[in-house]
């Protein structure tokens, strides 16, 4: 599967942008996804993912209640609305794809298929 991250961009503190990832083929359903994100000098880190069917998300713990993931299978798309934004969430954001539908996970090792990644930037 090849997945297309788009929606970053420069949003002042306190704004919200919505993160798309736009999935190749037939079998969207088939992955479980999730977003990380890597800031300068620092490792990539876990965000959110949600199930094959959208059933069931988590969340990092700094991310509840400002980061909400979903999807639409009929788009072959997952979302990352983010809210209340601050400088520390700038970023690159990719977006990931698990070919275990049903099982969530956070580690980067557990993913099988990356996004190119899409800068968000946040002024103070």
């Known amino acids: 599967v090849r997945l297309q991250a788009s929606g970053g961009g420069l949003v002042q503190a306190g704004g919200c942008l919505r993160l798309?990832?736009?999935?190749?083929?037939?079998?969207?359903?088939?992955?479980?996804m999730g977003w990380f994100r890597q800031a300068p000098g620092k490792e990539r880190e876990f965000l959110a993912a949600?199930?094959?069917?959208?059933?069931?998300?988590y969340y990092v713990d700094s991310g509840k209640g400002r980061f909400t993931i979903s999807r639409d299978s009929a788009k072959n798309t997952v979302y990352l609305q983010m809210n209340s934004l601050k400088p520390e969430d700038t970023a690159v954001y990719y977006c990931?794809?698990?070919?275990?539908?049903?099982?969530?996970?956070?580690?980067?090792?557990?993913?099988?298929?990356w996004g190119q990644g899409t800068q968000v930037t946040v002024s103070s």
């Open positions: 798309s990832c736009a999935a190749s083929g037939r079998t969207f359903s088939s992955y479980a």
């Open positions: 949600i199930s094959g069917r959208g059933g069931n998300t």
């Open positions: 990931a794809a698990k070919r275990d539908s049903s099982s969530l996970a956070t580690r980067r090792h557990e993913y099988d298929y």
